[in-house]
């Protein structure tokens, strides 16, 4: 009995850290993270005051939690084992589509991203180290792997996976958080292509060949 206990204190302290960070995120991307208080996170919670104090000793931890909890790309671990040996022709495709799907579906994420963690050197440093890093030397060594059997063109790989991340950031940010999408609207269909085509084959005329 004690444990079966003990599992479903447990499973409870999740659920309600679960809840605290669901909440955090929608008020600190719509109101933003220093304009919003503790007493405004529990409301929106649904929780009292010292329920968040007793998950989150701070405001500042709560806001890493978030970030840690709510990544831009989730499954990028899973998309690269899926791919991992299909050829760049057909692997990059489906890889550019998986992102862009987790990209679109994490606005509030990466809306919060930019306003509160990317503009504060510290907390930039943190999640580089702890996250960025980590999801771009998943992508750098499949590059690396297809590079090995001749099947794409030698280079930086961790440099390959920046500027694949960074293509489809800039998409998210115009496209979704700037108002490109009203003012001028592209496909998701033709963001995926784009990235796909410019990253396999290049931007310049008769440079255009099949990696497979």
């Known amino acids: 009995m004690p444990r079966v206990a003990a599992a479903r204190h447990d499973e409870y302290a999740e659920a309600r850290r679960d809840q605290i960070l669901q909440a955090a995120l929608r008020l600190f991307s719509r109101k933003g993270f220093a304009e919003s208080t503790v007493d405004e996170v529990a409301a929106e919670a ?102 090995k059997r001749g099947k794409l063109r030698r280079g930086n790989a961790e440099a390959m996976a920046q500027c694949l991340f960074g293509m489809l950031w800039y998409f998210l940010q115009s496209q979704e958080l700037m108002g490109g999408k009203d003012l001028a609207p592209l496909s998701d269909q033709t963001i995926c292509s784009t990235v796909t085509g410019i990253f396999l084959n290049g931007a310049a005329a008769g440079n255009q060949r099949t990696l497979s």
């Open 46 to 147: 649904g929780l009292g005051k010292a329920t968040i104090y007793l998950y989150f000793p701070s405001k500042e931890i709560l806001l890493r939690k978030l970030v840690d909890r709510f990544r831009l790309v989730p499954d990028l671990a899973e998309m690269v084992e899926a791919i991992r040996n299909q050829p760049p022709a057909s692997g990059i495709p489906a890889l550019v589509e998986g992102i862009w799907r987790q990209l679109k579906e994490r606005k509030e994420v990466a809306h919060v991203l930019v306003r509160e963690v990317f503009s504060n050197p510290e907390r930039a440093r943190l999640y580089t180290e702890q996250i960025r890093l980590p999801g771009r030397h998943l992508l750098a060594a499949y590059f690396e792997a297809w590079m």
